[in-house]
């Protein structure tokens, strides 16, 4: 039985070029020793260190590897050589066939080599016999490939079976990249390798996830972190790359890949991989993004999940090309070559064989959920990174949208040759085959890829500014309720709904970061008019996905739709580029009743945390609430409001008019230490009804009852002193606004957190009573405080000489280590200078070009955040003691601010003049009312709020007009009876208007003259008196 002997008599092998019983006795013997060779391998366990089993095992492949490669028998001559041949191929046949031990043995072994600690193979070569035995198992398992490839079978060899074994038992293997040495990685990686194994897949897909979920229950080691399909993935990935493809080092696909195959393949693995997770590993959504785009922290409590988080970093390792740029780059040129190196007919006649833009969607979108529910810490971060700065991606993505979307208008795709015609979706050239004809479009294209404008055959075309609402293109309203999105994600193509996760999940990452001067000027990567499509578009997505129930399967896309929609939302609240119309399009004809939605919304509020499984009008409402015209939700607000009201009252807390009241006395000297040491510790009693008496100079009580008025001055009078910058709680921003937001300073001061918190509790107070305060805050306070993200321009509000410097910093030509930066920020506290580091070791890291960006938005989360957070955590304590945090996201920055404030710093004398009533006996047509409307018309806006205030303690108009002021604006006649003499002579009456605050109510005496009613009229607006002067 020797292999190596030249005698035929003592040669094995010789049998195979003999007679018919000969190769038959041939064929079984050396199936018998396949069969027990490979038995030895699968038991051998290296870890063991017993050298006899080695030393065997090594013996034992040895010899099958000369068993089935013909040029090492030394009794074959050329006459004979070709039955040996056919022998030897018919052997290597049967090694590869559906029911061969071949590739489960091979795995068994494979299986008990080490995984290397490091996140990096093995470079060097192991121990001679463990490396031997290794390579002559991998070189068997490659066998039936080489022989087909090589041609050196008389007959065809059938690879399907053998590609399905080498899928299913060898590149399932856990860690198969690692565990093996680094040098017999290239065969695996052979072009003669891959694509039949990812043909297989592609065309029996059904048949290999069956047999792989079979695989799982009989190897349960790793499949508890990993199934057979992930590992799969992360092997193929591993395999395809090859790290030394350029100078660079950058890295690059294995020569000969079939792109197309690779895609597919490695989609349809990650599907099965998701549906994998979902069924074994719900708690690993954790790291999914929420809807407010927050990523959710990871808390490693045992050492169970130590071992997990270690497992899963190291399976990140394997899936790190993915979200390199060079991979995503090379899969996007291969486009115009159709996707393929070395053929291009069609895999089935179902199945196109040339890559198209849509494969790449399908393939990273099944990326971005894998990461997001595997990578700790980062999620899908990496990839979205990669994505969002892929030059034209989004651009490609948003053209086949918009063909979707807007069927009936012309629409362009972003060029860089990235999309095709030919790579369509089917949606899409259904939607365009049934189109109106669109007319030129050569010289858009152009433009688009130049960037230039386009040409006035270009649909939308926006100034260049874009900023108000009047260029937001308001003669499209009609279009901004999306036909094709009306039905939500249930209206959608598979297709389509993959490019608008992407788009969504890719264009929101980018928003995050994109300048004002990019969005609006340079109008980069979309113009103005492409950005009202994709906000339209998005909007009526949003708005209908959550007025149907969604599937669990549309979350992902609802989730990014929903991210993308607020941070487009936010930046036009702060600057518009789109009209007020196409906010409210999509729930025009379908929005619930103002009463009926706040009460649905409350009976739902402890759902809110899930808006998928609350009501649809809940879920709107939450998500959505600017579908809603703002005079709606304010009334919304005030329903929210009326709402608790009574539930209070039902559990018996004293509310409302003629109930017990908490008493208080205050000077007005010392308005706000007299008012927080009295209400400090109240708890939810501030929501009920409180009674002010004031105490002049002299210690001594105002005249006057409180029925509601004086403790609408005292919160008045209170908020103007607190928030007055010389307080020291809050400071102005550097703006012509001088918005508030609080002071660094008060942390220093005695009691500062918990006034700040206090003021909170009056704002919440001021907000439940409708009682409208004199000052506005800060957009970015605000943001913070509705839950928001804040844009790093928003800084130039905050700070603009910083913002400038920064923006220096962000776009210095260059070495930025000349400017002699680091990571710290020097602040004053307590009377010192105190450096604070803006990351760990700050004070350490030099910024530099490679991580300007890092030190660019460091220091603008400090300013933005990290900096006033106690203060603002105290407030937002406050404050959501008396209002629910769910009824203030009704509104956005600007909104809150009107809401509190009321809006402008003027009156609507029409408006006023309108619903206002009489008494006392004066009417419409008295000579003084005229007078009086006459005068007041003539005041200046300030003078206006004055009088305001004098009447009704507060300055600003009623927020959705005087027609909600309660009581009613009012004015009484004072008759003031004078000599005839002094009629006669041109004297007018001499007294001084007054006020009952508690009433809204004016109390003017009987003036003759214009002048003299002005006169008296400006003294008593002025003098800060009102009961007093009655």
């Known amino acids: 039985m020797l292999q190596n002997s030249t005698d035929a008599e003592n040669n094995f092998c010789s049998l195979a070029t003999g007679g018919p019983e000969e190769r038959r006795i041939w064929m079984h013997q050396a199936r018998k020793l396949l069969s ?364 086949t949208i918009e063909g979707f979307a807007f069927p009936d208008e012309g629409h362009y795709h972003r060029s860089n040759n990235i999309l095709k015609s030919e790579s369509e979706p089917s949606s899409i050239k259904k939607t365009k085959e049934s189109s109106k004809a669109e007319g030129p479009r050569w010289a858009n294209m152009l433009n688009k890829i130049t960037g230039k404008p386009q040409t006035e055959s270009g649909i939308l075309c926006s100034t260049s500014s874009g900023t108000s609402h009047d260029q937001a293109g308001v003669s499209y309203n009609e279009n901004w309720d999306v036909k094709p999105l009306r039905r939500g994600p249930h209206g959608i193509p598979k297709d389509i709904s993959s490019f608008l996760h992407l788009f969504c999940a890719s264009y929101s990452h980018l928003l995050l970061v994109l300048e004002d001067a990019e969005f609006y000027e340079k109008q980069m990567p979309f113009t103005l008019a492409q950005q009202q499509r994709i906000t339209a578009a998005l909007n009526t997505l949003v708005y209908n996905g959550l007025s149907r129930s969604c599937s669990q399967d549309d979350r992902p896309l609802m989730d990014s739709a929903i991210k993308c929609l607020h941070l487009l939302y936010e930046r036009d609240s702060r600057r518009p580029f789109c009209s007020p119309e196409l906010w409210l399009a999509p ?156 002071s660094t300073a008060a942390r220093s001061q005695e009691n500062g957190i918990e006034l700040i918190e206090f003021l909170g509790k009056i704002v919440g107070k001021a907000l439940y009573e409708g009682i409208l305060l004199d000052y506005s805050f800060s957009h970015v306070f605000v943001q913070k405080l509705l839950g928001r993200y804040s844009f790093l321009d928003e800084l130039s509000a905050l700070d603009p000489e910083l913002y400038k410097n920064l923006m220096y910093v962000k776009h210095f030509e260059g070495d930025v280590r000349d400017l002699s930066l680091d990571f710290t920020v020097t602040e004053e506290m307590f009377g010192k200078r105190i450096i604070v580091e803006l990351r760990p070791g700050g004070k350490d890291v030099s910024v530099t070009n490679e991580n300007k960006l890092q030190y660019v938005h460091a220091m603008a989360d400090y300013k933005l955040n990290r900096q006033i957070l106690p203060m603002l955590n105290a407030f937002y304590r406050g404050l959501s003691d008396i209002i629910s945090p769910s009824w203030l996201r009704l509104f956005n920055a600007s909104e809150f601010n009107q809401l509190l404030s009321g809006g402008k710093h003027d009156i609507d004398v029409d408006d006023l003049k309108k619903n206002t009533r009489y008494s006392g006996g004066y009417t419409e047509g008295s000579r003084t009312i005229k007078l009086f409307w006459e005068v007041l018309t003539g005041f200046e806006p300030q003078q206006r709020c004055m009088l305001l205030k004098f009447v009704t303690s507060c300055s600003r108009a009623p927020l959705l007009g005087f027609k909600h002021l309660q009581p009613a604006f009012t004015i009484h006649k004072v008759s003031c009876d004078m000599p005839l003499w002094a009629t006669i002579g041109g004297h007018d009456v001499d007294r001084l208007p007054s006020a009952s605050t508690c009433y809204n109510t004016l109390k003017l005496p009987t003036y003759k003259r214009s002048s003299n009613l002005k006169a008296k009229l400006l003294y008593a607006i002025s003098s800060n008196a009102g009961f007093e002067l009655s």
């Open 587 to 742: 729930a025009t004809k379908s929005r619930m009743p103002i009463a009926a939605a706040a009460r649905t919304h409350e009976k739902s509020r402890n759902k809110l945390d899930d808006v998928f499984n609350a009501p649809g009008a809940v879920s709107v409402i939450t998500v959505t609430p600017h579908v809603f015209p703002f005079e709606e939700r304010v009334q919304m607000f005030r329903e929210f409001i009326n709402t608790d009201k009574a539930s209070r009252l039902m559990v018996g807390e004293v509310v409302g008019p003629g109930a017990p009241s908490l008493e208080i006395e205050v000077r007005r000297s010392h308005i706000v230490e007299d008012g927080f040491k009295q209400l400090r510790s109240i708890g939810s009693r501030f929501k009920s009804s409180i009674r002010v008496s004031f105490l002049n100079d002299c210690g001594l009580p105002e005249a006057g009852l409180d029925y509601g008025g004086l403790f609408k001055e005292f919160l008045t009078d209170m908020a103007k002193a607190a928030f007055s910058p010389e307080y020291g709680l809050f400071c102005q921003t550097a703006t012509s606004e001088r918005l508030l937001i609080p």
């Open 36 to 399: 027990l060779g490979l038995f030895i391998l699968a038991e051998c366990n290296i870890s063991s260190g017993n050298q006899k089993i080695i030393s065997l095992t090594s013996l034992a492949m040895r010899f099958l590897i000369t068993l089935t490669d013909i040029k090492g028998w030394k009794c074959t001559t050329t006459n004979d050589f070709d039955d040996a041949n056919i022998q030897v191929c018919n052997l290597i046949q049967l090694m590869g066939s559906k029911h061969s031990i071949l590739y489960s043995y091979i795995r068994r072994f494979i299986c008990r080599l080490d995984v290397p600690s490091s996140n990096h193979v093995i470079n060097v070569v192991q121990a001679d016999e463990i490396f031997v035995i290794t390579a002559t198992a991998i070189t068997f398992a490659l066998r039936p490939f080489h022989i087909d490839s090589a041609g050196q079978c008389p007959k065809s060899l059938n690879l399907q079976n053998t590609a399905d074994l080498f899928l299913l038992y060898i590149l399932t293997i856990p860690w198969l990249t690692k565990r093996l040495p680094a040098v017999l990685l290239p065969a695996l990686k052979h072009e003669s390798i891959l694509s039949p194994c990812l043909r297989s897949l592609v065309i029996d897909k059904d048949k290999i996830f069956r047999e792989m979920t079979e695989i799982e229950k009989a190897d349960t080691s790793e499949a508890e972190v990993i199934s057979p399909c992930g590992f799969a993935i992360g092997n193929i990935i591993c395999l395809v790359v090859c790290a030394d493809k350029n100078p660079m080092n950058l890295g690059g696909f294995t020569c000969g890949l079939n792109y197309a195959l690779y895609v597919r393949g490695v989609t349809l693995l990650s599907q099965d991989f998701l549906r994998w997770l979902d069924k074994y590993k719900p708690s690993s959504t954790g790291n999914q993004l929420s809807i407010s785009g927050r990523e959710t922290s990871i808390a490693i409590n045992t050492k169970e999940d130590e071992t997990t988080y270690q497992l899963n970093l190291m399976y990140m390792d394997l899936l790190k090309p993915v979200y390199q740029q060079w991979h995503h780059v090379t899969l996007l040129s291969t486009l115009e070559s159709g996707g393929y190196i070395q053929e291009n007919a069609s895999l089935t006649a179902e199945i196109p064989g040339n890559l198209q833009l849509l494969d790449i969607v399908y393939f990273y979108c099944s990326m971005l959920k894998i990461l997001a529910m595997l990578n700790p810490g980062a999620g899908s971060l990496p990839i979205l990174n990669m994505l969002s700065f892929t030059s034209g991606f989004l651009g490609s993505l948003w053209g």
